[in-house]
């Protein structure tokens, strides 16, 4: 257990060096946030609620998305894949360590340091310049900090999965851009879940994708309660371990396969 | 620079070459893109599910700015989206490579990688495109489908320009620069998808005057598209793309020149 806070710790302090790269990070989040705000700016003069959401809300999930990507981090995560095509796999199995717990430690230290540092700065610079809605019960802070840690650990078990195609394909890319495709949509990222028409609702809620986003906000905006905020929240640990379990599954397939080249 | 000419269909296409090597991942990587395009548009059609207008604009007429202002991104992308590979050529000191060859710098960094994946998701800007020419109801003359050709023109230019001023300021931040880099080009092409009376005064002033991206395909396709600008500017500046993309590309031309200068290697 010990080992694995070590690598939690290394996770984080290996981001935290980059400085620049976080304010440069901070900027272009805080950017497309308004880009996106200013859009829903113009849909709610038109319409007063679409999906249940009014103008405040949907404000709200713009800023709240835009600080969660870099903890989610669904884009661009190849380290396994690229380890996979290099062969340094083969040391990185023959280590003693559980091969996706040490990820999964490094992964939740590198969230926790941009849930931080890359989550709350573009959120408080949307909520100067806009009307954004904070929650009423305190305990939903701490329920959305929870859903957010579920976010992370969705996000984790569809990356490490797409990691580990690598195995079979070499070429991490093409898988890659369709688990981005998909992370970025039916995530509710671009468009909130709500606003779906029936048949892509369907998609999207039969999906863990909804997990990485659109369920922490959900929770921060207090859009369900009780039972249904209970079910909402199971279903997000549910995906988060079928995932993990599937990853295992996956990675003893791979073990299989492995062939070392030498050189 | 004739040199130069002859060597780029080949640079080109040994490059092609390298990306069909995996078959099935490039396969995959043509459908992830396609999802992706599509996830851009099926945002705003989403949003048209709930109203009719957006700002006084049809679904029809945004699909065209997004088509358009696409397609040319998309085509800049592939001539120099190889550029988000400065901040790490800066880093490692692979750029004095670069610098030794007896080729522009700008022209070797340009054609890095020339992808042939962009390919796909130019043909899918293209057919969405095609579908908002036929709905937005357009009408199609010769001036009109002439300008078409130069509003992709022009706004590819535009984008290519400021790829290559944010791709600079690498050469000061020393390779931390690439987040910032996005925020001008895929945050560029996100505005322009969107006609500019959505956004607020001080956000338009920028991107009418500063960085040039209501010329991508905004005036451009008030012209085209034959209606009213909701802003009241002068009908001229239909009709100016060309020079603000004759200007952007000097200007990109002449800061490149300047970061080069003030280059320094990382020496590892």
């Not at chain 1, 900027?27 to 829903?40: H, I, M």
């Amino acid at each position: 257990m010990r080992l694995y806070w070590e690598v939690f710790r290394h996770g984080y302090r290996r981001w935290a060096t980059y400085r620049a790269a976080t304010a440069a990070g901070v900027f272009t989040n805080t950017v497309f946030g308004f880009l996106r705000a200013y859009v829903l700016v113009a849909v709610f003069a038109a319409s007063a609620t679409i999906g249940g959401y009014d103008r405040s809300d949907a404000l709200t999930y713009v800023f709240l998305g835009q600080g969660m990507i870099m903890a989610v981090y669904m884009w661009s995560w190849w380290e396994i894949a690229l380890a996979i095509r290099s062969g340094d796999i083969v040391t990185d199995l023959s280590r003693p360590f559980d091969y996706q717990a040490y990820w999964l430690a490094q992964d939740l230290g590198r969230a926790c340091y941009h849930a931080v540092f890359r989550g709350i700065p573009p959120f408080v610079v949307g909520a100067i310049v806009f009307d954004l809605r904070m929650p009423e019960s305190p305990l939903t802070w701490v329920l959305f900090a929870a859903s957010v840690v579920m976010a992370v650990c969705v996000s984790f078990g569809v990356r490490f999965l797409v990691n580990l195609a690598a195995f079979w394909l070499l070429d991490y890319r093409g898988v890659g851009a369709i688990a981005t495709a998909c992370g970025t949509f039916l995530s509710g990222f671009v468009v909130p879940v709500a606003f779906f028409p029936g048949w892509l609702a369907v998609i999207a809620h039969a999906l863990p994708f909804r997990g990485m986003i659109q369920v922490p906000i959900d929770v921060f905006l207090e859009k369900e309660s009780g039972g249904a905020l209970f079910v909402m929240l199971a279903v997000q640990v549910g995906w988060a371990a079928a995932l993990f379990a599937a990853g295992r599954l996956v990675l003893r397939a791979a073990r299989r396969r492995v062939v070392v080249q030498g050189g | 620079m004739d040199n130069e000419l002859r060597l780029f269909p080949r640079l080109a296409w040994s490059r092609v070459r390298g990306q069909l090597e995996y078959r099935l991942s490039f396969a995959l990587m043509l459908i992830g893109y396609f999802v992706m395009t599509l996830a851009d548009f099926l945002a705003i059609w989403v949003i048209f599910q709930h109203l009719p207008l957006l700002a006084g604009w049809s679904l029809g007429e945004v699909a065209f700015l997004y088509g358009t202002s696409y397609v040319s991104f998309r085509i800049a992308d592939m001539v120099v989206g190889h550029l988000d590979m400065l901040p790490t050529l800066v880093r490692t000191g692979a750029l004095d490579t670069v610098l030794t060859r007896p080729l522009g710098s700008l022209y070797q960094v340009v054609t890095i990688d020339f992808g042939l994946r962009h390919v796909g998701a130019i043909a899918q800007g293209l057919v969405i495109l095609v579908i908002a020419c036929t709905t937005a109801g357009i009408p199609w003359d010769a001036g009109r489908a002439l300008m078409l050709l130069v509003t992709i023109a022009c706004g590819t230019a535009i984008f290519i320009a400021i790829w290559i001023v944010g791709a600079t300021t690498v050469f000061w931040t020393l390779g931390s620069g690439l987040e910032v880099l996005n925020a001008f080009t895929y945050g560029g092409n996100q505005m322009a998808n969107y006609p500019i009376n959505i956004y607020a005064g001080w956000l338009r002033r920028i991107i009418a005057f500063f960085v040039p991206l209501a010329f991508v395909t905004y005036f451009p396709s008030l012209y085209i598209l034959a209606r009213e600008d909701p802003l009241h500017t002068p009908e001229l500046l239909r009709f100016a793309s060309p020079l603000v993309a004759l200007a952007a590309l000097l200007v990109a031309r002449a800061v490149w020149g300047q970061g080069i200068r003030h280059y320094q290697s990382t020496g590892s």
